[in-house]
C-alpha cells in the first residue's frame, strides 16, 4: 500500500504571498490531519478532518486553512505569509475514523518564508 | 490544559547500553498514549499505542509502559540505527486532537 503523499516537498515564498499544500492519506483512511513542526515548538497540531468535515483546529490565526475532498484528499492553505510561518507542514492519516487513533505521516513539505 | 512533557531532552548512550525515556501527561482525560519515531528529515513513524494504565507493548528492543501519569520507552541494548528523535503523544477525551511532547534526540555511539 502506498503511503501517505504530499505536495510539493519544498517551497520558497515571500512574506504577504499564499501557499497551499496537498496531501494525499493512504488508501482507505478517512482522517487526515495537519500539523506545523518547528524547532523551537514542536509539532503543534493544526487541524483534522473527517469525511469532507473539520472535527478539530488548533491554536493558530485564521490565515491557516483546510479543507478535505470526497476522496479524503486534503489541501491546507496560508494566506498572507510571515516569516514566522517557516516550518516543515506533515500531513497524516488514520486508518480508524474515532480516536485514539495512530497515524501515518507523510513526508511533509518543507516551506521557507524570505 | 492537556500538556505532555518528554525528558531528557537528548540522550547519548553507547551501543549496547540500555536506558529509559520519559513521557509525563497531564490530561482531563486519556484516551490513548502513542509513541513515534522521526528520523531527520523525514515524518514520525507509528511505534505503539497504549490505552490504559498498566499496559506495556514490545517491538524488537523496544518497549513502552503506562502509568496514570507517565509512560516510559525502555530501549534495551541499543544499536547505532536506534538513533532517532522519540516522540510521544495523547489523545485526550473530548476531542479530535493529538497533542506531541517536544521529543527525546537519542544518540547512540558504536
Known sequence: KAGVTQTPRYLIKTRGQQVTLSCSPISGHRSVS??????????????EYFSETQRNKGNF???????????????MNVSTLELGDSALYLCASSPRDLPPYEQYFGPGTRLTVT | EDQVTQSPEALRLQEGESSSLNCSYTVS???GLFWYRQ???????????LYSAG?????ERLKATLTKKESFLHITAPKPEDSATYLCAVHATGGFKTIFGA???LFVKA
Open chain 2, 55 to 59: 499496559e506495556e507493548k514490545e517491538k
Open chain 2, 29 to 31: 482525560g486519556l484516551r
Open chain 2, 39 to 49: 528520523d531527520p528529515g523525514k515524518g514520525p513513524e507509528f511505534l505503539f499505542t
Open chain 1, 61 to 75: 490565526p485564521g490565515r491557516f486553512s483546510g479543507r478535505q475532498f470526497s476522496n479524503s484528499r486534503s489541501e
Open chain 1, 34 to 47: 495537519w500539523y506545523q513542526q518547528t524547532p523551537g515548538q514542536g509539532l503543534q497540531f493544526l487541524f
Open chain 2, 103 to 105: 521529543g527525546t534526540r
